[in-house]
């Protein structure tokens, strides 16, 4: 290990925020990889909220993060920037809209989503043992939800909440396959506004026609971040989730989940590493294969092995 990665986890396991913060730096870099096997998870519930873009994620998670923190939580937030140029600078409207958290000692972080195998990051699942091995009691998770990324969000986060609200074309959203699916909790934001009540309706008439696998009756909550509304619920569903997943076993699942999640973004990656570094136009399948043998032996040798 690099002489570097040593001195940064003395401090991270002390505690020290810029040690966490240069280490996440790293992973997402690539440059610190074997997370996995050096950090152990602590246990932290990791929250995932997703939804269409300006449906209020950051908004709730200000709300949310904020009611824990009062209890005396440690709390972390990672917010999964999309970065394409129409949201270029979004994470930037996220830090003044979880200003709040940012000044009561919650670790906030953005990380950009575009070296993704499918949606999320392939490094997100690293970020998150990270925080989970900092002692992290909540870790919120923030994706958008837009194609891919709300399917690995159910492989990475405990708990997921999906984020709707009226007035952003989210009606239309709930009639494609697979949207529900994918939720424990089911937040209708802006309440205040025309249009929550029809969403609402649509929710439950979706989920009463959906048999769920697990035990967990799913929720839906109403908010509003403007009229600081709903939250009192949002919290009990959340502590309510994640008090079934121990006591059902259903945790140890999501865990396990977690890790095969991260290993295969880990290794894909490589692949796709190699790939775009070859001359395709030459590249058969086995030579592939034997790069990846070649890449392999050379970890190996680095490591002394
Ligand atoms: N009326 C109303 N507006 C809200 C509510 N919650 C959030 N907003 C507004 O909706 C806009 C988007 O809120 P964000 O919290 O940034 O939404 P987001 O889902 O994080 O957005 P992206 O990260 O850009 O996808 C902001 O202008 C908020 O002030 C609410 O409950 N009611
Ligand atoms: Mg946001």
Not at 148 to 154: G, L, N, P, R, Y
Not at 163 to 189: C, F, H, R, W
Not at 196 to 216: F, P, Q, Y
């Given at each position: ?7 940064l ?6 505690g ?11 992973c ?25 873009p ?20 440690k ?9 394409s140029?129409?949201?270029?600078g979004?994470?930037?409207?996220d ?21 993704g195998?499918?949606?999320l ?76 009540g ?9 989920l ?8 967990w ?37 999501r ?8 290993l295969?973004s ?12 070859a001359?395709?136009?030459r590249?058969t ?21």
């Amino acid at each position: 290990m690099k002489q570097e990665i040593k001195e940064l986890l003395d401090h991270y396991k002390r505690g020290d925020f810029r040690a966490l913060a240069r280490l996440i730096t790293l992973c997402e870099n690539g440059i610190f990889e074997d997370v996995d096997e050096i950090v152990e998870e602590k246990g932290g519930q990791i929250v995932g909220i997703t939804g269409s873009p300006g449906a209020g994620k950051s908004s709730i998670i200000d709300h949310l993060a904020l009611r824990y923190v009062e209890r005396g939580e440690k709390v972390a937030v990672l917010a999964i920037d999309p970065s394409s140029p129409f949201t270029h600078g979004a994470f930037l409207g996220d830090r003044v809209r979880m200003r709040r958290l940012s000044t009561k000692g919650v670790f906030i972080r953005s990380m950009a989503s575009r070296d993704g195998i499918g949606g999320l990051a392939s490094a997100v699942g690293n970020v998150l043992r990270l925080l989970s091995g900092f002692g992290f009691s909540r870790i919120f998770l923030e994706t958008v939800g837009v194609g891919q990324a709300e399917v690995d969000i159910m492989n990475v986060a405990d708990t997921v909440i999906l984020t709707l609200s009226p007035g952003i074309g989210d009606e239309i959203q709930l009639l494609k396959a697979g949207v529900m699916e994918i939720a424990d909790i089911y937040v209708i934001n802006k309440s205040d506004l025309e249009g929550a009540g029809n969403i609402r309706i649509m929710v439950e008439t979706i989920l009463s026609h959906e048999k769920s696998e697990s035990d967990w009756r799913r929720r839906v909550v109403e908010t509003s971040c403007v009229e600081n509304r709903g939250f009192e619920e949002l919290e009990t569903a959340v502590n309510d989730h994640w008090k079934y997943l121990k006591e059902s076993g259903e945790l140890v699942k999501r865990q396990t989940k977690r890790r095969r999640y991260a290993l295969i973004s880990r290794f894909l990656q490589k692949i796709r590493l190699i790939v775009e570094n070859a001359d395709v136009e030459r590249l058969t399948f086995d030579g592939l294969k034997r790069l990846l043998c070649d890449d392999i032996i050379s970890v190996h040798n680095d490591k002394g092995g």
